[in-house]
């Protein structure tokens, strides 16, 4: 069973319509939120869609990010302070138009540095295949572990 | 010398507002545009600001991929099927609100992959502080570089 | 089930000596291989200790690089112009001495790219907790996947 | 003018052979060594030669990870804990045999972090064909920046 989250999905929702404009912009909502992992959505936006069908490389970044931030949060609470200090995405298929979801999940959560994984995925796929791969770093405010 | 861009700073600033849509939302725009280098600015934009006074780095990656594939345009010329494959972000400093710049140089133009940089610099930095550090890899259509 | 590897454990670990010197020096071992996974070790070996008690990055690199190789091959069978493109390692804890293991896998396998995932483990660890995350892509010669 | 190393390169060559027993099989040295940037030669060395005429990933990778610790120690002195969080390599083109070189420089030195460059040159090549790029982040323990 995981351990009970830091901050509930409907405060962390607060959190970025408050302070993450971009995921204000993009409707990113965080749909389940624990320890363990956290799963975001980023529904089927006009301004995600790129012609050819498919969707916008920065949005899938975006999405990301807030769902590793969402991770984080839930493990060490509501510290503003934790900050992206490297994003890698692979971008491994191109997603159909649609909803995308990201799940986050921790690597290693240290004393300065929590380091997380998250894998995207699409709704017009099956719910196994990955569109992309994400690694992210953050560094915590001292103190915020314990 | 720079050998001369096989598009136009107009032509890709077109091209931009007709395929990614990201780039319109925060109008970004390309500067100057050759073979050797793409400068592409991210002018300040309400929904790209956070709470504290810094950007949104959701809007640096953005930025950072539309310089990218920049500059392998002005290499390639207009080859829609260049994709970004891999984005690596290293943020350096909190940019103060205002614009941001995005210079993008190749480290190699292959004849299946693009590996590029880029460093983004904020308009309230003295014009040196990289305020993030971004590396992306490309794949290339069959039959693009000569 | 997984689908039957493309090159057996006993022929990868056969070319590994031949091909790979690195691999050869620091006596990296292929345990077990098939479609879904490679499994290699490396044994604790005096050329990898560092003063303190732990284990060299670079030794971890180049485990995690014949990982990545190896379950690749196990898909594509033994194409010797599949060659790393890119490959980023998170060091999160320090391995104490002892033998590393390292279980690679796919996320995906393109017609011109494969892009794997590789967890690193010590045999100190409780068999749960991984000392490093990697992900590497290869390029694969055109006519190698079906 | 640079400002002046707080350790000389025989001083980190010595730390090299002492600590770093990869550099020592590999007989990686510090050629030069400054606040700017560090430069180290990965000799030619049978053990890295790999069938076909060109040198093994994971050398580049560790004489990298030893250029990083040069730069970093040149502006913090001789700290032990500095360690590597992450590394990227971008694998540009195949060198071949003969030495390598390996430039190293600061992007960021915050606090606790600090953020690397490195482009790694063949001596067979130009002087001006990087033969792979390369990313690192650094922990640094608190206190060693001033």
Same mark, same amino acid.
């Given at each position: @069973?995981?351990?009970?989250?830091?901050?509930?999905?409907?405060?962390?929702?607060?959190?970025?319509?408050?302070?993450?404009?971009?995921?204000?912009?993009?409707?990113?909502?965080?749909?389940q939120?624990?320890?363990?992992?956290?799963?975001?959505?980023?529904?089927?936006?006009?301004?995600?869609?790129?012609?050819?069908?498919?969707?916008?490389? *920065?949005? @899938? @970044?975006?999405?990301?990010?807030?769902a590793l931030?969402?991770?984080?949060?839930?493990?060490?609470?509501?510290?503003?302070?934790?900050?992206t200090?490297?994003?890698s995405?692979?971008?491994?298929?191109?997603?159909? *138009?649609?909803?995308?979801?990201?799940?986050?999940?921790?690597?290693?959560?240290?004393?300065?540095?929590?380091?997380?994984?998250a894998?995207?995925? #699409?709704?017009?796929?099956?719910?196994?295949?990955?569109?992309?791969?994400?690694?992210?770093?953050? #560094?915590? *405010?001292?103190?915020?572990?314990?």
């Amino acid at each position: @069973m995981s351990a009970r989250s830091q901050i509930s999905t409907e405060e962390f929702n607060q959190l970025m319509r408050e302070e993450l404009p971009f995921a204000r912009v993009f409707s990113i909502t965080a749909i389940q939120l624990d320890c363990d992992a956290a799963i975001l959505c980023a529904p089927q936006h006009e301004d995600s869609l790129r012609p050819g069908g498919t969707i916008s490389g *920065p949005v @899938m @970044m975006g999405l990301a990010d807030a769902a590793l931030y969402a991770v984080i949060l839930a493990n060490i609470g509501k510290v503003e302070l934790a900050v992206t200090t490297n994003l890698s995405i692979n971008f491994l298929r191109k997603p159909a *138009p649609g909803d995308l979801f990201c799940r986050a999940t921790i690597l290693k959560l240290g004393k300065r540095l929590a380091v997380c994984e998250a894998r995207i995925y #699409s709704d017009a796929s099956d719910g196994e295949t990955v569109v992309a791969h994400v690694t992210g770093t953050y #560094s915590i *405010p001292p103190g915020s572990v314990g």
